[in-house]
T-cell receptor, first 115, second 113 residues
Framework: GAVVSQHPSRVICKSGTSVKIECRSL??????MFWYRQFPKQSLMLMAT?????????EQGVEKDKFLINHASLTLSTLTVTSAHPEDSSFYICSARVVAGYGYTFGSGTRLTVV | QKEVEQDPGPLSVPEGAIVSLNCTYSNSAFQYFMWYRQYSRKGPELLMYTYSSGNKEDGRFTAQVDKSSKYISLFIRDSQPSDSATYLCAMSIPGGSNYKLTFGKGTLLTVNP
């Protein structure tokens, strides 16, 4: 149980375009989802926390206009990287807090390459 | 000082060895402690989850929390090549800041057959 499905797993886009990444909780309701960014051989860096039906809370230094997060339902949160540039190339991972067990389950990640 | 410190390794052991992974932390408000395993280019997978101090065992894995020393450990017995991955410790404060996790840097483990 407590599965988070993340799509796409891999995307290549041209500089200046926007990319949307989706995370769905398949068998539970995720009131809170977290979006992380991970550089090679580095730990996860929290970008923002989204609560269903309200605005996301962004970590210091994360551009909210560039990384748009929407959490319109209890099972879906999306991250849109707007006007992507090569420096946005990274591994993006979502996570949801599983209330019952107080664990956190992660999506499989999206590798974004901006060319 | 970072909130959570974890030796990034890399750590290389022979198959069958006992592996010890550790994290230290500075914020005494942390109450929930987790260990995640992350294979290359995949999302982290929860291995162990403990609340406050004590030990927890699950198969070949044992997690220990010593709150007095602000020190947590993960032991892997009879390590297997399939255990080769990056291990991340994570912790959170009950009810704090949307329950967000604070991660260590991760330790890269290689188990050699």
């Amino acid at each position: 149980g407590a599965v988070v499905s993340q799509h796409p797993s891999r995307v290549i886009c041209k500089s200046g375009t926007s990319v949307k990444i989706e995370c769905r909780s398949l068998d539970f309701q995720a009131t809170t989802m977290f979006w992380y960014r991970q550089f090679p051989k580095q730990s996860l860096m929290l970008m923002a926390t989204s609560n269903e039906g309200s605005k996301a809370t962004y970590e210091q230094g994360v551009e909210k206009d560039k990384f748009l997060i929407n959490h319109a339902s209890l099972t879906l949160s999306t991250l849109t990287v707007t006007s992507a540039h090569p420096e946005d190339s990274s591994f993006y991972i979502c996570s949801a807090r599983v209330v019952a067990g107080y664990g956190y389950t992660f999506g499989s990640g999206t590798r974004l390459t901006v060319v | 000082q970072k909130e959570v410190e974890q030796d990034p390794g890399p750590l290389s052991v022979p198959e069958g060895a006992i592996v010890s992974l550790n994290c230290t932390y500075s914020n005494s408000a942390f109450q929930y402690f987790m260990w995640y395993r992350q294979y290359s280019r995949k999302g982290p997978e929860l291995l162990m989850y403990t609340y406050s101090s004590g030990n927890k065992e699950d198969g070949r894995f044992t997690a220990q929390v010593d709150k007095s020393s602000k020190y947590i450990s993960l032991f892997i017995r009879d390590s297997q090549p399939s255990d080769s991955a990056t291990y991340l410790c994570a912790m959170s404060i009950p009810g704090g800041s949307n329950y967000k996790l604070t991660f260590g840097k991760g330790t890269l483990l290689t188990v050699n057959p």
